[in-house]
Each structure stands twice: as structure tokens, then as C-alpha cells.
């Protein structure tokens, strides 16, 4: 009977299998944790820039719309409700892959035709139907409810207060001189509006550039967070598959590691008793069955 070798050998793969899978759980614990942080710095990050971005693109618009024409954009405002619902849909008959995992068995891949139905997740903005949350959001921010339609330079407090300002000059002078309202008074106000506007008008675009370059550098940086966790999170995932590989490997190297010593005792003490009569030595490999084997 293998007796203590056995008990010894099979005590020592269970221990080594033990130890391999503890290392292998807290070294995937370790990436699980590196994971969420990376995750949570984005966010936070995202965050952070996310009003300069929003600003910027205000500007970028108005700049857009100074220097291009067309539809005036709506400044401020809130993004419009995005509604999640799951719809049924029904599939054409064509040929997908089905991947079957039967407990302690291998994966295999059965292929069969696609008729449906199944659920779909889907988001509605207004009228609009998305597939994806991330085109609804954005779809949502970028034509909100609400808000105040851009009124262009001429609206700008700025403007209407040096404009006002030149106005109160030129009806003081005409006023004292019994010209309030007439052609002559009016026609230097106009004079004197365009002369300002002309003077004005590029440093404005100025502004209006300066202040949209700092929502493509807010972009800018949201697009480095975005990489950088994309690096680390792809390290913490390979970390993951790591760890659960080296587990199952290290059990595996336990367990045989285990057996292989149970075997060299078995067959050390077999070879040095003294109870076998002087017959050959049975050893552990030989057929459970023989004379002498491991049952024998």
C-alpha cells in the first residue's frame, strides 16, 4: 500500500495548487483595483475639463457662424432627455456563432441561423433613434432645449455699450445746438456706429478665437486622459489574463510536482524494505492491477 507516500505526495499538490491559486487571486485582485483606479481618474479628469470644453465649442460656434454665416447657435441651454427602451428584433436567417461552455468541458462554437427575436437596447432623443448611448448623448447636448440664440457682434454688451455711449455724445451735442432729431444728427450717429463697429469687430474675433482655443486644448487633454487610460486599463486586463493563466499553470505544475514526489517516496521506501522477499521492486507506475503495483 503507498500509504505515507501518497498521503505525503498528495498533501504536498494540494498545498503547492493552494498557494499557486492565492497568488493568482490577489495578483488579479491587484489589476481588478488598478482597473477601477485608472477608470475613476478618467472620469475625474473628464470632469474637470468638460466645462472648458463646453465653452470653447460655444465660442467656436459663434466664431463659425461670424466669419461663415448661416443659422445662428443657440448659446446655453440643457441637453435634451435621452430615454433608454429595449425594442425586439428579428433576425434575417443568416449564420451566427453560438459559443457553448459546458461546465468543466472546453468552449466550442456551434453555428445557427439568426431568426430572432431578441432584445436591443436602444435611446431616443426627441425624435431621433440612436443604438449606442455615446451618439445619443452627444446628439442630446449638441442641439439642447432652451437657451438663447447668439445675436451676433452688434448684441454683445460690449458693442451695445460703446455704441450707446457714442450715441449719448452725439445727441448731447445736437441738443444743445436745437438738432435732436435731425437728418444731419442721426447720419453722424450711423457714421459714428460703423466707424466703432469697424474698429471693434477684430479684436472681437480675436476673443472669440482665443476663447475656443481653450476648448480645443480642454478637448485636447480629455483625448490624453482618454489614451492614458486606455494604456492602463489595457495593462490591468492583460495583468487579469496574466494572473489567471499563471494560476492555472501553477496548479497544474503543483499538482504534478505533488505526484512526482509522492512516486519518488513510494518507490524509495519499496526499494529499501526488506519485506518483499528479494523480489524485484514494484514500482508506483506499474498497473493498478499487477503484483506489487500501486493497489497491489
Same mark, same amino acid.
Given at each position: ?37 485608472e477608470g475613476r481618474i478618467? +472620469? ?26 448661416? *443659422? ?19 433576425? +434575417?436567417?443568416?449564420?451566427? !456563432? ?20 431578441? !432584445? ?9 433613434t440612436f443604438g449606442d448611448?455615446?451618439?445619443? !448623448? ?29 450715441? +449719448?455724445?452725439? +445727441? ?11 437728418? *444731419?444728427?442721426?447720419?453722424? @450717429? ?63 505544475? *503543483? ?15 519499496? @526499494? ?6 528479494? *523480489? ?17
Amino acid at each position: 500500500m503507498p500509504g505515507p507516500a501518497a498521503a505525503i505526495g498528495g498533501g504536498s499538490a494540494l498545498l503547492g495548487a493552494s498557494s499557486s491559486r492565492k497568488a493568482a487571486k490577489a495578483q488579479e485582485r491587484a489589476a481588478n483595483s488598478q482597473l477601477e483606479l485608472e477608470g475613476r481618474i478618467y +472620469d475625474e479628469t473628464k470632469e474637470r475639463f468638460q466645462p472648458f470644453y463646453d465653452s470653447g465649442l460655444n465660442y467656436q460656434n459663434a466664431l463659425n457662424f461670424e466669419l461663415l454665416g448661416g *443659422a445662428r447657435p443657440m448659446v446655453g441651454g440643457d441637453p435634451q432627455r435621452v430615454v433608454e427602451f429595449t425594442d425586439q428584433v428579428y433576425g +434575417d436567417g443568416s449564420l451566427k !456563432d453560438v459559443v457553448h461552455n459546458a461546465g468543466w468541458s472546453d468552449e466550442y462554437t456551434e453555428q445557427v441561423r439568426d431568426y430572432g427575436p431578441r !432584445d436591443v437596447t436602444r435611446y431616443r432623443v426627441g425624435e431621433q433613434t440612436f443604438g449606442d448611448r455615446a451618439a445619443a !448623448d452627444a446628439y442630446a447636448k449638441a442641439n439642447p432645449t432652451g437657451g438663447t440664440e447668439y445675436g451676433g457682434f452688434e448684441a454683445t454688451p460690449y458693442q451695445q455699450y460703446v455704441l450707446q455711449t457714442a450715441r +449719448d455724445q452725439i +445727441d448731447g451735442s445736437a441738443a444743445s445746438m436745437g438738432m435732436l432729431k435731425s437728418g *444731419a444728427t442721426i447720419k453722424a @450717429q450711423q457714421e459714428r456706429g460703423n466707424a466703432l463697429a469697424g474698429s471693434f469687430y477684430s479684436d472681437f474675433l480675436n476673443r472669440l478665437t482665443g476663447q475656443a482655443a481653450q476648448g480645443q486644448a480642454a478637448a485636447a487633454n480629455m483625448a490624453n486622459a482618454g489614451a492614458n487610460y486606455a494604456s492602463g486599463a489595457g495593462n490591468a486586463l492583460a495583468g487579469i489574463g496574466n494572473a489567471q493563466a499563471a494560476g492555472a499553470v501553477g496548479m497544474g505544475n *503543483a499538482l504534478a510536482n505533488g505526484i512526482n514526489q509522492g512516486v519518488g517516496i513510494w518507490n524509495y521506501q519499496n @526499494q529499501t524494505s526488506g519485506g518483499n522477499g528479494g *523480489a524485484q521492486p514494484a514500482n508506483i507506475l506499474s498497473a493498478p492491477w499487477a503484483s506489487g503495483g500501486f493497489w497491489g
